[in-house]
């Protein structure tokens, strides 16, 4: 299973930003979808995930204003990220269970400025 994340970028803060994560391959089942960030310094979290039969969580830093969803059809989990703050400044992963198996894909820069 190949994970390709896209949509980070730099915005003010305020601002919002769309993540996309698309998974590949031999898919058997996403019974888990998730996203993970990683600031500099900082052990990497989870942000939001969302299981089979779109049960969704979320961290509590990010409750509100961050909602995650997924389109089966495209094996495709978003991330929309709204009201940001300097303090979500990371690197966002994307991850997936399949078969029993955990995939991360390759990253993606968000920067909040002040």
């Known amino acids: 299973v190949q994970l390709q994340a896209s949509g980070g970028g730099l915005v003010q803060a305020g601002g919002y930003l769309r993540l996309s994560c698309a998974a590949s391959?031999?898919?058997?089942?996403?019974?888990?979808m998730g996203w993970y960030r990683q600031a500099p310094g900082k052990q990497r979290e989870s942000v939001a995930s969302?299981?089979?039969?779109?049960?969704?969580s979320y961290a509590d830093s990010v409750k509100g204003r961050f909602t995650i969803s997924r389109d089966g059809a495209k094996n495709t989990v978003y991330l929309q990220m709204n009201s940001l703050t300097p303090e979500d400044t990371a690197v966002y992963y994307c991850n997936v269970v399949s078969a029993g198996y955990m995939y991360w894909g390759q990253g993606t820069q968000v920067t909040v400025s002040s």
């Open positions: 391959g031999s898919i058997f089942s996403l019974n888990y």
């Open positions: 969302i299981i089979s039969g779109d049960m969704s």
